[in-house]
């Protein structure tokens, strides 16, 4: 039997144009197979996601 989990992550990167920095918020599902832990993005959730962060968790599981 795999473990799941499921949680929002806050990633800062740079415009590949311009060179700011921002931020991106993504939805990244964690898996143990066999000995190590596999985590993979599921969703791009982009840089205007204005849900409060006591919330991320709720919004995740669902």
């Not at 060179?19 to 190590?36: K, S």
């Not at 840089?47 to 409060?52: A, E, V």
């Amino acid at each position: 039997m795999q473990h799941r989990q499921m949680f929002i992550r806050c990633t800062r990167t740079r415009s590949r144009s311009s060179g700011e920095p921002y931020v991106t918020y993504r939805l990244v599902q964690t898996a143990r197979v066999g000995g190590a832990v596999k985590q993979t993005t599921l969703l791009n959730l982009g840089s205007h996601f204005d849900l409060p962060q006591d919330q991320w968790s709720g919004l995740a599981h669902r």
